[in-house]
């Protein structure tokens, strides 16, 4: 495990390394603070809050809400919370949005695409940290020649934009050169795998797909439905969506009225990170984003009996470790 680790995060998540992964569309206010008042950290792109004068409303409530939960809790604090920033030309917010980080101290600041030293520095200014998204080594590389604070090593499984890569390979490779923060994507979907994500070198696991069908989180019913009906086999890996390569629910791709056994290649000139370009089907508000842990997910309900039945899990597979 990295030593490098921010101090606010290694003793927040001590019991349970967690961080939940902003899920477009679906991750909201109410999602976030259950997920941070149940010891993970909660987060949401900033994209999700719409019109832009939004996120200024959910910023103000997030942070008020968890200092007050502080204050009533001091001897369980909540987890901090993150926002996920697009870093890409075709993010027209991306300055306004990290202003409103500013202005609210976000504790955690996750980049995506690019990792611009711009918003590096502004995050770094007040104290906040700086977590990017990697599917490589040359990504990796890149992104710490920017200054971030750590990886999220995005590995084959994971829902959503995801890279190819064995977790066992990439996470190897990356503590090469890296002993910093390093949090670990691709099909986490319960407790032993928390655990798993920690043996190979990670120091959180990123987990996004577990929360999708929960009460809180604002997603549409059929879609919360198809997670807890599909399995690993019902995932399909395409870059067709936004021209990024991603792991989508097959029977989403059918109901769109595509053959998901027999997809075209993107056009890469033609992304759309906001919803989907290449076909009339959007993603992610048609084809709906899913990791190969989906068939780990029996039920929905609300996220505290999520994170409380993870964590069980998660201490029943320290225990037999140590028998």
Not at 161 to 187: C, K, N, Q, W
Request: aromatic fraction near 8%; glycine fraction near 8%.
């Amino acid at each position: 495990m990295g030593e490098q680790l921010p101090v606010d995060l290694r003793q927040r998540l001590k019991d349970f390394p967690v961080i939940g992964a902003p899920l477009f569309i679906i991750s909201n206010p109410d999602l976030v603070l259950a997920q941070c008042k149940n010891g993970v950290v909660g987060s949401f792109p900033a994209l999700n809050a719409r019109p832009e004068a939004t996120l200024d409303e959910w910023l103000a409530r997030i942070t008020e809400e968890l200092a007050a939960y502080n204050e009533a809790n001091p001897d369980k604090p909540a987890a901090p919370f993150a926002v996920n920033q697009i870093c890409h030309p075709s993010n027209n917010r991306l300055e306004h949005d990290v202003e409103m980080c500013v202005k609210y101290r976000v504790p955690v600041v996750i980049t995506s695409l690019n990792p611009p030293k711009e918003v590096v520095q502004a995050v770094h200014a007040y104290g906040g940290i700086i977590m990017h998204d990697i599917i490589s080594i040359r990504h990796a590389q890149k992104a710490l020649e920017q200054g971030v604070d750590g990886l999220i090593c995005v590995a084959a499984g994971a829902g959503g934009h995801a890279g190819m890569l064995s977790p066992f390979a990439l996470i190897r490779e990356i503590r090469s050169f890296f002993d910093g923060p390093v949090a670990l994507s691709g099909a986490i979907s319960y407790g032993d795998a928390v655990l798993a994500a920690q043996a190979m070198g990670a120091d959180f696991a990123y987990i996004g797909t577990r929360f999708i069908a929960t009460e809180e989180a604002q997603a549409d019913p059929a879609y919360k439905q198809m997670i807890v009906d599909s399995a690993a086999k019902d995932v399909v890996y395409t870059n067709l969506f936004t021209g990024v390569a991603g792991n989508y629910l097959s029977k989403s791709v059918e109901k769109a009225g595509l053959d998901p056994n027999d997809l075209p290649s993107a056009d890469k000139s033609a992304m759309n990170f906001g919803s989907g370009g290449n076909t009339k089907a959007k993603a992610w508000r048609d084809i709906w984003g899913a990791g190969q842990g989906v068939g780990n997910i029996a039920d929905a309900g609300p996220v505290a009996d999520v994170i409380n039945t993870m964590k069980a899990e998660y201490a029943a597979a320290r225990a037999r470790l140590v028998a």
